[in-house]
Nanobody, 125 residues
Framework: QVSLVESGGGLVQAGGSLRLSCAAS????????MGWFRQAPGKEREFVAA????????YYTDSVKGRFTISRDNALNTVYLQMNSLKPEDTAVYYC??????????????????WGQGTQVTVSS
């Protein structure tokens, strides 16, 4: 069992940066791949980024490549999402999730076992 709590969301101007954190409880955190997803108003939830349980591989959706960086610290049971050069279209509720994401397949949500409650990110123009 893994419990996930996101933090670090907020309001930022376009071009700014935010770092989201996701703290996990449970001894099995280090065996799960971790992912970040987001859901904008009126849209379906979409995959953003994933990191292998070892930290040795990452994957990003095309719209955030070169701007977002996912990382994890298994000793602290925490996964991060560093978001730079933010755009208004990045506005959404961001969720972290634990699951099995590697090898990479498009069925991201279906392979997620645990979800956090989400944190709001708003980017003003």
């Amino acid at each position: 069992q893994v419990s996930l709590v996101e933090s670090g969301g907020g309001l930022v101007q376009a071009g700014g940066s935010l770092r989201l954190s996701c703290a996990a409880s449970g001894r099995t955190f280090s065996i799960y791949d971790m992912g970040w997803f987001r859901q904008a108003p009126g849209k379906e939830r979409e995959f953003v980024a994933a990191i292998h349980w070892s930290g040795g591989a990452t994957y990003y959706t095309d719209s955030v490549k070169g701007r977002f960086t996912i990382s994890r610290d298994n000793a602290l049971n925490t996964v991060y999402l560093q978001m730079n050069s933010l755009k208004p279209e990045d506005t959404a509720v961001y969720y972290c999730a634990a699951g099995n994401y590697f090898p990479v397949k498009p069925t991201w949500s279906e392979r997620s076992d645990y979800w956090g409650q989400g944190t709001q990110v708003t980017v003003s123009s």
